[in-house]
């Protein structure tokens, strides 16, 4: 028997440049025409689009297609100020924002900013502590909140997002204190690799394997309780090759990120195949591990579209 209740599938493109508007645009539409449910982009100080703007561009050059960061970073913004921002784009977007959320960890982005690269359990406090400012300010009327990294005084958040009393919220995160909050909180639960050294690495990779994955979702399960029904499990596949060639492309894959073939032929962060192949991987993923929810990259947004076309929405 499955852990998680049966959700359908739902997909999404994760996306962070592009070089004009025109481009922009096109890459939203051929997004929404494919049948993908959300552009999603991530939240760095690198060679990428602002996502609040690039966002809200999107929404505008589509109808239905929903928008969201996969995550914001809590440190980078006071979170009454994200709180105004999510809520004005929820408004303007007519309720198609996501809240992608997370405790921040690439320490580049610290480094260039000249940010306190705090260790992950101070993070993740001001991380739990913002969630409760976002959340209270999204709520009708003033709230207070007083805590060790935020204090908020009467305060009322204008405007309210039209999806009440807040956008759904994902949290993403690969350790057992992170995971046990997005369990308990969440309305969508990301699971990730192993983000501790602040790097993409060796250790990132180790905690991609279908056994890591394993140890992760289960303690989502010992600790979402009765809200198991609530939650959609969210993965974000980094390795997707549409092929018939099955076997050179997992080699390949491996190869490049010096890992195993049978990692990348077993593990969920990747998607490897004929569009058959894959749909069959999905829906193993889905009774293994509950993901109904599944993001791909830019580059994959006409190629995966049959299998989006299978499964969307079963």
């Not at 297609?65 to 809590?74: E, I, Q």
């Not at 204008?158 to 969440?186: D, E, F």
């Not at 979702?217 to 029904?229: C, E, F, M, T």
């Not at 980094?238 to 077993?266: G, H, L, Y």
Request: aromatic share 8%; charged share 20%; net charge negative.
């Amino acid at each position: 028997m499955a852990p998680f209740p049966h959700r359908p599938f739902r997909f999404g493109i994760q996306a962070s440049n592009a070089n004009t508007r025109a481009e922009w645009v096109e890459l939203a539409r051929k997004t929404q025409d494919n049948g993908f449910d959300i552009l999603t982009m991530p939240d760095h100080f690198g060679n990428q689009l602002a996502p609040v703007p690039a966002l809200m561009t999107i929404a505008d050059a589509t109808s239905t297609l929903r928008v969201g960061a996969l995550v914001w970073d809590n440190d980078y913004k006071h979170p009454v100020v994200l709180a105004k921002e999510l809520a004005t784009m929820d408004l303007l977007t007519e309720g198609r924002l996501e809240i992608g959320i997370g405790a921040g960890w690439m320490i580049s982005d610290y480094e260039q900013a000249g940010m306190p690269y705090d260790t992950p359990g101070v993070r993740i406090d001001r991380f739990i502590e913002g969630m409760h400012v976002i959340r209270g300010a999204m709520a009708p009327g003033a709230f207070s909140f007083t805590g060790k990294h935020y204090t908020i005084t009467n305060y009322d958040g204008l405007p309210k997002p039209i999806q009440a009393p807040c956008p759904p919220v994902l949290i993403g995160g690969g350790g057992k204190r992170i995971l046990t909050y997005a369990a308990r909180h969440a309305d969508i639960v990301g699971i990730n690799g192993t983000m501790t050294t602040g790097v993409v690495g060796r250790d990132t990779f180790a905690g991609m394997t279908a056994e890591a994955v394993n140890d992760k979702v289960n303690i989502v399960l010992d600790a979402v309780g009765d809200r198991i029904a609530d939650i959609e499990m969210n993965i974000r596949a980094f390795f997707v090759s549409v092929t018939n060639d099955r076997a050179s492309a997992v080699q390949n894959i491996s190869q490049m990120i010096k890992v195993e073939p049978e990692m990348i032929a077993d593990t969920p962060f990747a998607l490897v195949g004929s569009p058959e192949q894959m749909v069959h991987d999905l829906l193993e993923r889905r009774d293994r591990w509950g993901f109904s929810y599944v993001i791909v990259g830019p580059e994959d947004v006409e190629s995966f579209a049959p299998v989006v076309a299978q499964l969307r929405g079963k």
